[in-house]
Each structure stands twice: as C-alpha cells, then as structure tokens.
C-alpha cells in the first residue's frame, strides 16, 4: 500500500482543482513510511482519494501533485507520456530545426513538477528544482537520449529555489562530453551564442524570443537604447530590422562580451562605447541631467519581487526606471516594458506605468501587449506559471 497523506478538513478544494501545491499547512497527516522524494496518495479527511504526488518534508509545499487518476499512480510510463505530450507540442509548433532553441518542458505547466529542460541546437539542458523531480533523473536521461538524440545534456540546478527543498546547488554533465565553450542557436534567423555552463538561468532568456520580435518591429530608423541586455537579445534584433543605432546596457561585463559577439556574428558591429557596463538605476538619471534622448528604449530587468512581500518595493523598483526611461524619450517614442515578477500582475504592472506616466508628466498610449512565449504555455489550474509581462508604449 503507498504511503497517505490526508488532508484537513475542507482543505481538498484546491487540490481537487488541480493546483499542483499542496501546502504544509493543508495537510494533517504525514506518513511515516515514506522518504522524501517518494510518491504518496493524498486523500481528504473521509480517507477519499484526492491525488498523487510526490512528498518533500522540507519544503512548504510538501507535496506537489502529479496524478488525479486514482489507480495510475505515476510510474515511468506516465513520466514518459508527460515528456512526450510536452515535447509533440514544441515539435509541431516549432519544427525542430538543427539550431533551434525552446523550452521543451515548462515544469508544472507540463505535468512535471520541478523539471525544466530546454534545448540550444544540439544540446539538452535540465534544471531540477525540486526533490521529487531528481528522482526522474534516470528514467528522463535514459528518454531524452532515446528520443532526442542529444550531443550532451548538461545540468544547471543552481537555483535558489532548491535550498527551499534542501537541496544544494549543482552543475556539471549529466550525460556526454562537456559542452563547448558557446552553443550557437538561431533564433529569429539571427544567430547567438549561449554559455550553457556559465550564463544566467540555462544561458538564454527563451520566453522573450516572440517580444524580441514584436519590439523589432518597431526599431526602423530608430536610436534604441537596450536596457538589462543580457547577451543583446533585443539589441541584435533591433539593429537587424534597421535600427539606426543600438547601446547595450547591462551590469555584467560577460553579458556584454557575449552581446558584442552576438552582434558582430550577425553582421552587426557596433561601436565599442554602445556597450555599457552599468547599473541602468544610475545610467538613466545620467542621461536624464545630460538631457540625452532616444527613440525606443526597453527594459527587460530581472526579477524584482521573489514574494508576496516584495511587491511594494518591486513596484517602487519598476516606477523608478520606467518613469526615467519615458523622460528620456523623444515626442513620440516607444517604450518596450516588461516585468518577469510573477508577483506583480498584468493590472498592478499597468497602475504603476500609469503612476511613472504621471510623474513623467507624459501621456503614454500602450499600443500592444506582450507575455511570454508558446513554450512557456500555463495551464489554467496553475495560473502562477504565468510571470512575463510586457507593454509596448507610445510616449508622447
Ligand atoms: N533582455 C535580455 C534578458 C535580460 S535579463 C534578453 O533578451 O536576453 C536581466 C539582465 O539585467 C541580466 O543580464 C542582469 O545582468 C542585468 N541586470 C540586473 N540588474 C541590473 C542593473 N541594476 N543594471 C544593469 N543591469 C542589470
């Protein structure tokens, strides 16, 4: 018999909704013959069955659902039907060409609490976030050899995320040579370096790749001033659909290094100085005193709220640099603002535009809107999967 969970009573609603979270505090039995790690059967406090999942007592969230089928406990087959599903969608969305890039599975958003793996070309990079998703470790390895046929697959679940499961942080080949210094990708028909070992998340910020396109769109003839670069996503894009000039801003100079490169290998080349190791806080107000204008600005900074708790200081965070940028924009001028704070929502994230608006003292039209990209999909009982906003503003 698998080990049980029971619920409290009346705690079953969300669970029963499929929300994949079960929460310490929802719960009024632990099992004692259960490690860590290992799947459980959930019921409620009649004894019925509510699901399975897989248990971590160190975490918050002690369980995190995985099947509602009482009688298909998840095994390998049901991992496998998981990652198949997950990947047939990119597959026929996407195609699959040699140097592509996506996101193959979006953790909860795929059925599979805990596991990301995207792809850059020919390699395979897995994130495990939790406990329970280490555990399919063998078993995903084994498939993904199998049925993608991979040159490596590389670890990187050094992710704050898993001190909250008690876990360490850990790098390195999980299977094949180790990677090359850069894996290039295509994205977009533009090519780009990505530093799976060394760079932020697994190396490229992929729920952008659909808003770098978008805010092209509108570069033409433009100066654009690229803020929290990265390795030049937006930037690369822009100077390739005619951008009259492109200035990179990021904190980190390896960033930058990569964004020079990613320009270059596109036939791109800048001057050096558009390349600006800065904090964006300190370079817009500089601007602002110096009275420098440009005509599309983006702002793609990193996340600002991690909880609930954040949020007010976030916004603050978001009012700051949105409020300088629309200053620094000449009569007419676009502003591509994103958000990746889950916390704060799509209606927040517009009241606080609104309040830099005001501040500003300019009137500013949003003439579209922006999420994250069709590899990142959310499943409506998991609405917390949706963290990327974007708007693209007419400042006038
Ligand atoms: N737009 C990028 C992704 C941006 S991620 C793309 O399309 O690929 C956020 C970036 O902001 C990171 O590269 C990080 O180094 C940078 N960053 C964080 N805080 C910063 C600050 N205060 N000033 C400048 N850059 C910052």
């Not at 459980?40 to 509510?50: K, M, N, P």
């Not at 822009?238 to 904190?251: H, I, K, L, S």
């Not at 708790?309 to 300088?324: F, M, P, T, W």
């Amino acid at each position: 018999m698998m080990p049980t969970v029971t619920l409290k009573p009346g705690r079953a609603k969300s669970a029963l909704q499929r929300h994949p979270w079960l929460f310490r505090g929802a719960i009024a039995r632990l099992p004692e013959d259960a490690a860590d790690g290992d799947v459980v059967r959930v019921v409620d406090e009649s004894g019925a069955f509510v699901a399975y999942g897989y248990l971590n007592r160190a975490s918050q969230i002690t369980v995190r659902l995985l099947s509602w089928e009482e009688g298909e406990a998840p095994d390998e087959a049901w991992l496998f039907r998981h990652l198949e599903q997950a990947v047939a969608w990119r597959r026929s969305r996407l195609g699959w060409p040699a140097e592509g890039a996506s996101r193959l599975v979006y953790a909860e958003s795929d059925g599979l609490p805990g596991l990301v793996v995207d792809r850059y070309a020919g390699w395979l990079v897995v994130q495990f976030l939790t406990l329970g998703s280490e555990r399919w470790r063998d078993p995903l390895l084994a498939w993904l050899r199998r049925e993608l046929a991979p040159e490596g697959i590389y670890e990187r679940s050094d992710v704050d995320v898993r001190e909250k499961e008690g876990l360490p942080q850990r790098t390195g080949p999980l299977w094949g040579p180790p990677p090359p210094t850069c894996v290039e990708i295509v994205e977009g028909g533009h090519r780009f370096r990505v530093d799976i070992v060394g760079g932020q998340k697994t190396g490229f910020y992929l729920d952008q790749r659909l808003n770098r396109q978008r805010v092209a769109s509108y570069c033409r003839g433009r100066e654009v001033l690229n803020c929290f670069s990265y390795t030049g996503g937006f930037g690369v894009y822009a100077a390739a659909e005619g951008a009259t000039q492109v200035w990179q801003v990021d904190e980190s100079g390896d960033a930058l290094r990569l964004a020079r490169d990613n320009m270059e290998i596109n036939g791109l080349p800048a001057p050096a100085d558009h390349y600006l190791e800065r904090d964006v806080f300190q370079l817009l107000r500089e601007y602002r005193d110096r009275g420098r204008r440009f005509d599309l600005i983006v702002l793609d900074p990193p996340k600002f709220a991690f909880a609930q708790s954040q949020v007010e200081r976030a916004c603050r965070g978001y009012k700051d640099i949105n409020r300088l940028a629309m200053g620094l924009l000449r009569p007419g001028g676009i502003l591509a603002t994103f958000s990746c704070s889950g916390a704060v929502g799509q209606e927040l994230f517009q009241k606080v535009l609104f309040g830099a608006a005001l501040d500003a003292h300019r009137d500013v039209q949003i003439v579209e809107t922006l999420t994250q990209a069709e590899d990142h999909p959310t499943l409506l009982s998991f609405p917390e999967a949706a963290y990327l906003k974007g708007l693209v503003c007419r400042v006038l």
